[in-house]
Every structure is written in C-alpha cells, then in structure tokens.
C-alpha cells in the first residue's frame, strides 16, 4: 500500500507517494511525484536520487528536500529487521 508524504518546498506543500511495499524493509524506494516515477537509493543513513536520473532536468533542491524525508521516515535499516 502506498505511503504518501507531505513536505515543504519554497513555500509550497509537496505530496509524494512512496510505491514499494514495506518500505522500511528495502534499500531502494520508488516514489511518485509530479506525475513520474523515480528511484531513490539507500546509503547509510541518507536517500538519494538513483543515478539513473543524472541525466534529467530535475529541481535538485527538491529531491534533496524528499530523500531528507524518506531519511526522517525511513530510519530503520533492513539489517535491524533481518536480524529480530
């Protein structure tokens, strides 16, 4: 089921939707905003954009903006899970 996640950027409220199951199981997330699909990696702590959209003409501050969400969300890591 989709969690949906409500930030504020420049001003505006932004709702995303992240779409993968059992989120806080998983290193790699994909979320829907603005109409499209993008992946977002787990390293560490943070989430990141997936270099797979390197290439596109993004508003950078407002994937950082998201990952910095999903960090705040999503802090538990799949090793904590695996392990109880």
Request: aromatic letters at 8%; charged letters at 25%.
């Amino acid at each position: 089921m989709p969690v949906l996640l409500r930030i504020n950027y420049q001003r505006q409220d932004v709702i995303f939707q992240v779409l993968t199951d059992k989120p806080s199981l998983k290193s790699e997330l994909e979320v829907f905003l603005g109409g499209q699909n993008y992946l977002f990696v787990k390293s560490g702590n943070q989430w990141s954009l997936a270099e797979k959209h390197a290439t596109e003409d993004l508003d950078l501050g407002l994937m950082d903006e998201v990952s910095r969400a999903l960090a705040l969300r999503f802090r538990i890591s799949s090793s904590q899970h695996v392990n109880q």
